[in-house]
């Protein structure tokens, strides 16, 4: 149970092209969802929060114009990197958490490894 | 400010050799402390939820315990298999986000 399904799993594209990433939470539903990017051996960051059917939350400093979040159903969530640049090239990972209760741990999607040429 | 600081950064083990891995915490709150596997390439795989202090949870030859300024993963006998990152990261009360650490990365060699 708990499986997160990102899609993508890796995007080579040029600069200045925008990136739609997928995540679905494939057997719960998840009124919240997270993104997040790693840089190699370096941990986790969060991006921003997903919520259905309101606007995501942005962490300080993460461009809201730049990284557009659309949560339409308690199933998917989507990451559009627009216009990207060499500098997004990174992994992003989606979680997911399953709906009522705070305390249930995230769940994570496998990933996407976004680079630009 | 809530800080989540892992250690060691690295840590190689013979196979059989166990160990403990060590996460410190600063959170006003704590909601609950988690514990992750990562492999190269993946996104994080869940192992356990520490919510109060004195709290342990087992899988396999993996333990998990929490005091209230940090939490211990402790591999018993570690395999190959067991090679990976391994997360630990906090939730403060009232708030939906996670703190992670830096991981710490295990390797253990037949």
């Known amino acids: 149970g708990a499986v997160v399904s990102q899609h993508p799993s890796w995007v080579i594209c040029k600069s200045g092209t925008s990136v739609k990433i997928e995540c679905r939470s494939l057997?719960?539903?998840?009124?919240?969802m997270f993104w997040y990017r790693q840089f190699p051996k370096q941990s986790l960051m969060l991006m921003a929060t997903s919520n259905e059917g309101s606007k995501a939350t942005y962490e300080q400093g993460v461009e809201k114009d730049k990284f557009l979040i659309n949560h339409a159903s308690l199933t998917l969530s989507t990451l559009t990197v627009t216009s990207a640049h060499p500098e997004d090239s990174s992994f992003y990972i989606c979680s997911a958490r399953a709906l009522g209760d705070v305390n249930q741990p995230q769940h994570f999607g496998d990933g996407t490894r976004l680079s630009i040429l | 400010e809530d800080q989540v600081t892992q250690s060691p950064e690295a840590l190689r083990l013979q196979e059989g050799e166990s160990s403990s891995l060590n996460c410190s915490y600063t959170?006003?709150?704590?909601?609950?402390l988690f514990w992750y596997r990562q492999d190269p390439g993946k996104g994080p795989e869940f192992l356990f939820t520490l919510y109060s202090a004195g709290e342990e949870k087992e899988k396999e030859r993996l333990k998990a315990t929490l005091t209230k300024k940090e939490s211990f993963l402790h591999i018993t006998a570690p395999k190959p298999e067991d090679s990976a990152t391994y997360l630990c990261?906090?939730?403060?009360?009232?708030?939906?986000?996670?703190?992670f650490g830096a991981g710490t990365r295990l390797a253990v060699h037949p």
């Open positions: 057997d719960f539903q998840a009124t919240t």
């Open positions: 959170v006003s709150g704590l909601r609950g």
């Open positions: 990261a906090v939730q403060r009360g009232g708030y939906n986000k996670l703190i």
